[in-house]
């Protein structure tokens, strides 16, 4: 299988794995236990979240462990809206991830305002847009670091600073943008930040949320004292020692994100000159360097989707999420995108494993089959 959605997950790394396997079958005991036989487990679990807080330069005790990257989400949000001194204003944008979007519905139907902005035709947020929808009873923004169907990367650090300014609670997505681009939050002022393993070559089931020291915080789970009282629910160890041996590995393999942008800026390049048609959507270079999402005009993009699995080759037309969707994309069609173009739009994003002969293999085959499809596509009549 050539893998070309790497943005949807990641194999979990052989190194990842290794420290894992220890607290699956030796140290498998409770790291909330007072015993001598559950000391190493506990020492794991500040080794993890000083590893993560490492990657992006944060203190060990900001970091909260969840169960993924929507929970993390999630917790974020809900923070907002339990700590926002009686505002009820909350400000996001249209190419958010679902899990932000529909927990900003939610709170819609709970009687907040919710001020969704959106983005030109290159997937670029004015961060000017953002100032003017602030108002006194704003809460929180909320605003993704990169996004998912892209890769497009929006101002975080121009966004945090005014609401640094206008005290505002700022939380970003982050899930995309770990791992591929440096991302420091002593750097840019945001007050929460979203992460995934699963996105960075750890395993499912496992993410993190990172809090700024002084931000106030209300859990989201409720239960045991876990986490400092901020999440209750037994660690997933293994998971977690995952999670951190992947960041660890991170901090050192970004310098090998040039190499996967050269790669994919060959794919994109290929593609353009051997089919005809074609465009890329998303700014040209404010992007992540693994992502393009190219619109094939005149054909539906799940069928050849289906075209490229005969032929060993996985990519996606979105978020894995709404797979199976057939609606257009949200962030598309945000974009200015028709519904038709949106529906045939496809998703190839690389990793730290992709390789010159899988990109050269997809770029032997893939004119072929967008010219059979377009011969007798329905887009087309």
Not at 104 to 128: F, H, K, M, N
Not at 165 to 171: K, P, S, V
Not at 178 to 197: F, M, Q, T, Y
Not at 273 to 285: A, E
Request: net charge neutral; proline share 5%.
């Amino acid at each position: 299988m050539r893998y070309f959605d790497h943005n949807a997950t990641t194999r979990v790394d052989p190194e990842v794995i290794e420290v894992m396997i220890p607290f699956l079958q030796t140290h498998w005991g409770n790291p909330s236990s007072a015993y001598r036989f559950a000391r190493p487990v506990k020492q794991a679990l500040q080794q993890a979240r000083a590893q993560v807080a490492s990657l992006i330069r944060a203190q060990p005790e900001e970091i909260l462990f969840t169960g993924c990257g929507t929970e993390s989400i999630n917790t974020a949000l809900h923070l907002g809206a339990m700590v926002g001194r009686g505002q009820r204003h909350a400000i996001v944008t249209l190419v958010e991830h679902e899990a932000n979007l529909r927990y900003a519905a939610y709170l819609e139907s709970q009687g907040w305002e919710i001020t969704r902005l959106g983005v030109d035709g290159q997937g670029l947020l004015d961060p000017q847009a953002v100032k003017d929808a602030i108002r006194e009873d704003t809460a929180m923004v909320s605003v993704m670091w990169a996004n998912n169907e892209t890769g497009v990367l929006l101002p975080i650090h121009d966004i945090a600073m005014c609401c640094r300014d206008r005290g505002i609670l700022f939380h970003t997505d982050a899930v995309q943008a770990i791992g591929k681009i440096p991302v420091h939050v002593d750097e840019v002022p945001v007050d929460l930040l979203s992460l995934s393993a699963h996105k960075m070559n750890a395993p499912k089931g496992v993410g993190a949320l990172y809090i700024r020291k002084g931000t106030p915080f209300a859990p989201f789970l409720y239960g045991g004292g876990q986490e400092a009282g901020r999440r209750a629910g037994t660690q997933n160890m293994a998971g977690i020692v995952g999670l951190g041996k992947a960041a660890e590995l991170a901090s050192v393999r970004l310098s090998q994100k040039n190499q996967v942008g050269a790669l994919r800026d060959h794919l994109e390049q290929g593609m353009l000159r051997s089919i005809p048609n074609l465009k890329v959507n998303g700014h040209p270079t404010l992007r992540l360097p693994n992502t393009s999402n190219v619109c094939f005009g005149g054909i539906e993009a799940e069928a050849l989707l289906h075209q490229l699995d005969r032929l060993e080759v996985a990519a996606s037309s979105g978020s894995a999420c709404s797979s199976g969707s057939l609606e257009p994309s949200h962030v598309l069609t945000a974009m200015g995108l028709s519904p038709r173009q949106a529906l045939s739009s496809i998703r190839f994003s690389l990793g730290i494993e992709t390789c010159q002969e899988e990109v050269d293999y997809l770029l032997q085959h893939l004119p072929e089959q967008v010219r059979r499809l377009r011969g007798y596509s329905p887009l087309n009549q």
